[in-house]
């Protein structure tokens, strides 16, 4: 991957049909599904989508699509050196909601007039880059931000009103949750989390992958990931500490934990994002 040439914003149109497996992006993706369904399996969980909605996938994440038909739409790509979703967080919201979530289905549904709106602003950011003109970087900027602000209030809404929705799901996931949060640096066993919360373990794997569309190990995995992408982003710590931070001792292991989750070792991801970002990523 030859992150320091990939553009900070990129919008192409895609058509493809059968089976896809795009490459691991540094930069977050929003897929803008005009025409099609299909299933995307996005690192190890599987969603079906279907036309016209949007799918959102974070940095290095991997992806890979299933289609009968032809799937069409647009593919919008940013990377945080044009716009850093944790620094703007208080105006946009999309943090946690639209990227970096481990609970929810990364997947916004839409109608015929959000369809419209979003796909005249994918357009207005395909004109502006192909245009250069006068004050470029901010009208692409506002732009952008109107996108995620729009998906990030229709996801919210459809979280408070779907049956997959965390207010509706099962006591048993909402306990998990909150017991993964508080101990995700230290249990990593499926079965300690089923015994702490008194119910089977095969009745737990079952509700976690009716829910949230994968396996509770990889739930726990992709949680400390999250921990383990941030400290080594966002702090000079060694990769030793950050594994001891999340629990594991030794770090030639945690490290091909990261690899296998990410496609690259924890030190190339960090080197090659603080050299992308000119060190911008440390003075957080």
């Not at 038909?69 to 990377?79: A, P």
Request: aromatic content about 8%.
């Amino acid at each position: 991957m030859d992150i320091q040439s990939t553009p900070e914003l990129s919008i192409e149109r895609f058509r493809f049909q059968g089976r896809k497996q795009p490459g691991r992006s540094p930069c977050f993706s929003v897929y803008l599904m005009e025409q099609g369904r299909g299933a995307a399996r996005v690192d190890y969980a599987d969603h079906e989508f279907e036309s016209p909605c949007l799918l959102c996938l974070s940095t290095y994440q991997k992806a890979k699509f299933e289609c009968g038909g032809e799937v069409s739409g647009w593919l919008l790509r940013f990377h945080a050196n044009f716009f850093c979703i944790e620094t703007h967080h208080h105006a946009v919201g999309c943090n946690g909601v639209l990227f970096n979530e481990v609970y929810e289905v990364p997947i916004v549904r839409l109608d015929a007039d959000s369809l419209d709106e979003f796909r005249r602003l994918m357009l207005t950011l395909e004109q502006e880059l192909r245009l250069q003109d006068l004050a470029q970087a901010e009208v692409l900027m506002a732009t952008l931000k109107i996108l995620l602000i729009k998906a990030t209030r229709m996801k919210i809404a459809q979280q408070g009103t779907e049956g997959v929705a965390a207010t509706d799901r099962p006591e048993p996931l909402r306990q998990l949750r909150e017991l993964l949060e508080t101990h995700y640096h230290q249990l990593h066993s499926p079965g300690e989390y089923a015994r702490r919360l008194g119910i089977s373990p095969r009745t737990l794997s079952d509700l976690v992958r009716t829910h949230f569309h994968k396996t509770l190990a990889e739930l726990i995995r992709d949680r400390v990931m999250k921990h383990a992408r941030w400290q080594l982003l966002h702090t000079l710590k060694p990769v030793k500490q950050v594994a001891l931070e999340v629990g594991y001792e030794d770090e030639f292991y945690f490290s091909r934990l990261f690899k296998r989750a990410l496609g690259c070792s924890p030190q190339v991801y960090r080197e090659q994002e603080t050299l992308k970002r000119k060190g911008a990523n440390l003075s957080m």
